[in-house]
């Protein structure tokens, strides 16, 4: 036969519940800050390698844009001197 639950016994299971998927909360933050500390965080020398790094980079893809607006205007210069 069924045993009918009263509702102390709906309340405890539910706080059993409640206090199972807080700890599973903080035992997946604690898994995730482990991970940003390990791979996603840069100290303050990469950071500025990196940064350098990018405007190394900046410079050579403005450069190349210099270049070929300019090879695109002469190219337009010839094709009107044409006509």
Not at 16 to 38: C, G, P, T, V, Y
Not at 69 to 81: D, I
Request: no cysteine; net charge positive; glycine share 4%.
């Amino acid at each position: 036969m069924k045993k009918k639950r009263s509702k102390g016994d709906n309340a405890s299971l539910s706080a059993l519940i409640l206090h199972n998927q807080q700890s599973r909360e903080k035992q997946m933050d604690a898994f995730f800050d482990d991970l940003a500390a390990k791979y996603g965080g840069q100290s303050k020398a990469s950071k500025t390698a990196s940064s350098k790094t990018k405007t190394a980079a900046n410079k050579a893809a403005k450069k190349t844009s210099q270049t070929t607006k300019r090879t695109v205007s002469k190219s337009q210069t010839k094709s009107k001197a044409k006509k």
